[in-house]
């Protein structure tokens, strides 16, 4: 193995070992069961999972692809799999983009991992549920690799700079991009420029699919992508990301997902202020979700300010070189400053009364509410910037110990732009392209060693609650065995209505934070829910309005009769979880009981009337945009794979 490719399989190692510090306790058995993540051993193809239900498509396709795959693949182990890969792809995505962008040394992509894995902005979203989100998280990174890719060829832009040496292909599957300094194929270098474009369009198209897990996440990877692309890939690149779309455009058309949301969720899921810091410094640091709950112990203390600090420090020493790059470093310093700005701006007063306009009149607005989550945009700068301040204030060291010491040290003509890198002498060149001592070349590299540890430590220690998940909070469930039985006595149709009334659950099994209703992700048939949250005192109305009624209904005692015309055929108590039962004993007392235990229930109501029912050619439509999402994932991996980046040779 060459150096540079011992050095690339410490950066991958690295990122596994942070991985797995973050998710240890989930490599046990049992299932993710925390706020908003519900993962069970299997799901159904139901119309609610291709998004043809009451409720908005956000978890398109992301129910649908679990739902065909768990009958082969447990549906516990399909999630961790994605959240392991999502986070290590992450920390790798940041390093390579590191090393690409500005040829930084390993342990500068040491540090731009640890930026991109260990923050927040992470933790936070681990505690919320959100682990098909950090799908779409990891692939900002690649997405911006192969964006600047295209770019570049499609420009027929050479670079005036010396290409440096590295090795030939880039994992995870190639999904690789190019230095903005690097085109991948010029004439000259007599490289395939046809494989090379082919391989930059698959990368592109792959990082949209894959971030296109949830609407959220697509429109992440759209923002970074078509930022980069160029004026003459742009409109390939959208009609590329549009199909990677497909799943829940369509499902927005054919369902309810163009329904006004609630413009009460605009204030219930503003970002939030943290201690000490208000919204802006909240979002800087990558923090200020809207749920208090979800955060580490550490970010109400005033760890939340030192971390911030640091983390900001160590940005700002970065922020000049990641600007002189040019276009690719400022337009993701850009997108950075407004993903910060525009959030904080909308926790205003008159930003909430833009988005409940936006909410109301504008169809799928709903999705933009938890506006902290575009803060995410920042990650592909912030990581940039953290791997230019090693050298940064690595130089900058150097040149203040050779004025104390008032010696020749045979440091002076280092600057920051004649930067050494430690993964071999070939890595980098002085800017008077001459060759540089040994002994400068170790005392350099060493110091580039220590900046990185230090840079590291200030990014690990004000945030150490992240590890082993996230103070413990991550940690597997078993499911009562009942469930099972349910599932097995439901074999006629009709949806399901469940007991207790409302949206989230608080099982014995499931610890002390609520967690979503598992009963839509377990049961084979539609389960009615109303969507209506309750958030920082805020009560948010959701799309299920039949739903709504059925609910009432059944708190209020009605008979079999009525809940058969609202498309009920079967009624599901949760026995031991908290909440609302009404009058619904008057009901169950009608209604035909099944299967009962110590922990659920399950009553039949004969002849229910289909309700809502989609029609045959909604769901061929559906079924189809998500086969097409599959394929273009699929075939897109595929083909990147076959045609990697590969790196210019060097000039002599």
Known sequence: MTSSGRARA?????????TAIIIGPLAGSGYLLLRDAVSTPRSYLTDSALGLGAAAPRAVPQDALIAVLSPIIDGGILVKAILIVSLWSAG???????????SASTSAQLVAATLALWNPFVAERLLQGHWSLLAGYAALPWTALAATRIRTITSGHVSRQRPKATSSTDTPAAISGTSPDTPETTRGLGLPRRAGTLGGWAALIASFAAAGLT?????????????????????????????????????????????????????????????????????????????????PAS???????????????????????????????????????????LPALGATTWGLAVGEWLVVHVPGAGLLRDTQKYVALAMPAYALCAAAACRTVTAAARRLMTVENSTDTGLDGITESSCVNEDGPNHSRAASDTDTEPSTLNAYSSGTRVVATLFIAFLILPLADLAWGVGGALRPVHYPAGWAQIVDHIDSPGDVAVLPAGMFRRFPYSGTAPVLDPA??????????????????????????????????????????????????????????????????????????????????????????????????QRHLSTTAHLLWALLLLASLITASRHPYRTPPRFA
């Open 215 to 295: 609407p959220t996440g697509s429109l992440l990877a759209a923002i970074i992508g078509l930022a980069l692309v160029g004026r003459r890939a742009f409109l390939p690149a959208t009609v590329a990301w549009l199909a990677t779309c497909a799943p829940w455009l369509t499902a927005t058309a054919l369902g309810s997902g163009a329904d006004p949301s609630d413009p009460a969720g605009v204030t219930a899921f503003a970002a939030r202020a943290e201690p000490w810091l208000g919204t802006l410094g909240s979002l800087a640091g990558l923090g200020g979700i809207w749920n208090s709950e979800a955060v």
């Open 299 to 341: 970010r109400t203390t005033p760890l939340a300010l030192v971390g911030t600090v640091l983390l900001l420090a160590i940005v700002a020493c970065g922020v000049r070189a990641v600007w002189n790059l040019g276009r690719d470093g400022r337009t993701l310093l850009i997108i950075a400053v407004v993903a910060i700005t």
């Open 520 to 617: 839509p992700r377990i049961l084979p048939n539609d389960v009615l829910q109303t969507g209506e949250l309750q958030v920082r005192g805020h009560a948010v109305t959701g799309e299920g309005n039949r739903a709504r009624t059925a609910e009432q209904a059944l708190l209020q005692g009605a008979p079999t009769t009525d809940l058969a015309a609202l498309g009920i055929g079967w009624i599901l108590i949760e026995r031991t979880t908290p909440g609302p039962l009404g009058n619904s004993q008057n009901t169950l007392t009608t209604a035909e009981l099944t299967y009962q235990d110590a922990d659920l229930a399950l009553y039949k109501i004969p002849n229910p009337t289909p309700l809502d029912t989609p029609t045959p050619t």
């Open 92 to 102: 790798y995505g940041a390093a390579v983009l590191a090393r690409r962008f500005i």
């Open 10 to 18: 410490w950066v991958a190692g690295y990122c596994a070992l942070l």
